[in-house]
């Protein structure tokens, strides 16, 4: 019996792949989640051999889950399961040692073969978003300025972030001019949405 912990916020979408899963004789949903969250503690304690984890979650985002997880329980594979297609989330999932990627508007079946597979130790990505991220862009931008533009995008003012960084308010600002250059972005808000774009910020 594979034991599977799915993570997934959205009501209807968790309920109907509990259902397609469960068709499946030799799967069982040991825990369904709505929080990024609440996936280490609940995965410790039930010790599923795969987590099927969307990316998009309150609480704590599934990548950042998934490499605690991958950390915390390495016996347990990852399955990303989303529908945000990026090449630059896709290298994000692969640097978080997930095992698999899967987008949602792949076929049904597509879903069970996948779980299968990442159980029994192979790596599955979607064909598609493997072909584009082989011809994307790297990411230009250094840890701490993505750390930076990710507060930005949080809706966090200069000096709070400078505050929460441990950084002067005029370090903060050179961080966010070199972004916006590097990017050929007309301000800060523009480069968080190149940068969402390109699927370097989830």
Request: charged share 25%; proline share 5%; net charge negative.
């Amino acid at each position: 019996m594979i034991r599977i912990l799915l993570a997934e916020d959205m009501n209807m979408v968790r309920g109907a792949l509990i259902a397609l899963l469960e068709l499946e004789h030799d799967f069982e949903v040991v825990a369904e989640l709505v929080r990024g969250d609440e996936i280490i503690p609940t995965a410790l304690e039930t010790r599923p051999d795969i987590a099927v984890i969307d990316i998009d979650l309150p609480g704590l985002d599934g990548l950042t889950a998934a490499a605690q997880l991958r950390a915390q329980l390495p016996s347990c594979k990852v399955l990303i399961l989303t529908s945000i297609g990026r090449p630059g989330t896709l290298r994000r999932a692969l640097e978080a040692q997930v095992s698999g990627y899967l987008m949602k508007d792949a076929p049904p079946t597509e879903l069970a073969l996948a779980v299968r597979r990442v159980v029994a130790g192979q790596r599955v990505v979607d064909p598609s978003l493997a072909v584009a991220s082989w011809d994307s862009s790297a990411c230009p931008l250094t840890d701490r300025e993505l750390e930076v533009l990710r507060m930005v995008a949080g809706g966090a003012e200069v000096p709070e972030i400078a505050r929460a960084l441990f950084l002067a308010s005029g370090t903060v600002r050179n961080y966010l001019t070199s972004v916006v250059g590097k990017l050929n972005a007309r301000n800060r808000l523009d480069a968080v949405r190149l940068a969402r774009e390109a699927g370097w910020l989830v």
